[in-house]
C-alpha cells in the first residue's frame, strides 16, 4: 500500500503549534476541524459500517487543502 505524505501533521500537531505560539485558535477555524470530524465519523459508520476505535488527535492528519483524513484503522 503507497499513502501520501501528509506535511501539515495531525491535529495534535496543529493544537499544539497554536499552544506554543500564544496565538490559540479562534473559534470559527475550532468549529471548521470539529465538524469534519464528525462528518467523517458520520460516513464511516453510513457507508462503510465501519466503527473507527481509536479516535483521537494523533490519528487525525491534515491535508495541504486543510481537510482531514483518519489514519490508523488496525482495530476498526
Known amino acids: 500500500m503507497v499513502f501520501p505524505y501528509l506535511k501539515n ?4 500537531d496543529l493544537l ?3 499552544k506554543t505560539s500564544h496565538l490559540g485558535m479562534t473559534i470559527e477555524i475550532s ?3 470539529c465538524r469534519q470530524v464528525v462528518q467523517l465519523v458520520s460516513l464511516l ?3 462503510e459500517q465501519l466503527a473507527h476505535l481509536d479516535l483521537k488527535l ?12 483518519l489514519i ?5
Not at 9 to 12: A, F, N, P, R, V
Open 9 to 12: 501533521g495531525s491535529l495534535l
Open 58 to 69: 494523533e490519528n487525525i492528519m491534515i491535508n495541504d487543502d486543510l481537510t482531514l483524513s
Open 45 to 47: 459508520h453510513k457507508t
Open 31 to 33: 468549529m471548521y476541524f
Open 16 to 18: 499544539m503549534k497554536a
Open 72 to 76: 490508523d484503522f488496525g482495530h476498526s
